[in-house]
Structure formats: C-alpha cells, structure tokens
C-alpha cells in the first residue's frame, strides 16, 4: 500500500506563503502523476494543481494560477505546492494524491492513492 503523507500547512495571514511537501513510500513514485486537491469546510474536495511524472506538465485550477506552483523531486519522491498570494477562500484541508496510470488530472476519481491532509488556515 502506497503511503503519502503531507507536511507544510498551518496559520498564515492573507498575502503570505507556505509550501506544503507531500512524500511518498511508493518505490515507483517516479512513475506517478501526482495532484493536489482541497476541501474547506461544507465544500466538495476541489482540484488545486497536478503534475505528471516527469515534471514537464503542470496543471492549475484557474483559482490558483499565477500564485501557487507544483513541483516534485523524484529522487526525493516528493511532491511540492508553493502557495503564495494566499487569501482566506483558501482555507481548506489541503489533500496530495498519486495516479498510477494517466488520467484526467483535475478528476479526482483518476486518483488511486490519497493522503491525510494538512490544514491550510489563512486569516485576515
């Protein structure tokens, strides 16, 4: 079973930056796209950005683009959303996930394996 585990959020004022990290157990991460969605509280879990596995494709929910960015380290096997601009309608339990195979990249459904989440706080 393919463990992925989030790290990176917490409180931050309107206009700030995180970076949440997402790191995988899995041994073909290399081989994964990987995606980050988000779900704030009494919304449905919504896609945020994901990338396939080499790095060379990026995609971003239209909400996001030009502030937050997607990237991975394969020899790391970790995932990474730098989040910057931040505003409080991004507050949410912030969710990585791995496609084992290439799918649609904002459906969630695509994706085989799912993290725990961390919580992104931003206040203002």
């Known amino acids: 079973q393919v463990q992925l585990v989030e790290s990176g959020g917490g409180l931050v004022q309107a206009g700030g930056s995180l970076r949440l990290s997402c790191a995988s157990s899995?041994?073909?991460?290399?081989?994964?796209?990987m995606g980050w969605f988000r779900q704030a509280p009494g919304k449905e879990r919504e896609f945020v950005a994901a990338?396939?596995?080499?790095?060379?494709?990026?995609y971003y929910a239209n909400s996001v683009k030009g502030r937050f960015t997607i990237s991975r380290d394969n020899a790391k096997n970790t995932v990474y959303l730098q989040m910057n601009s931040l505003r409080p309608e991004n507050t949410a339990v912030y969710y990585c996930?791995?496609?084992?195979?290439?799918?649609?990249?904002?459906?969630?459904?695509?994706?085989?394996?799912w993290g725990q989440g961390t919580q992104v706080t931003v206040s203002s």
């Open positions: 990338i396939n596995w080499s790095g060379g494709n990026t």
């Open positions: 899995a041994c073909t991460f290399s081989t994964y796209a």
């Open positions: 996930a791995a496609d084992r195979t290439p799918g649609t990249p904002e459906r969630s459904s695509d994706y085989d394996y």
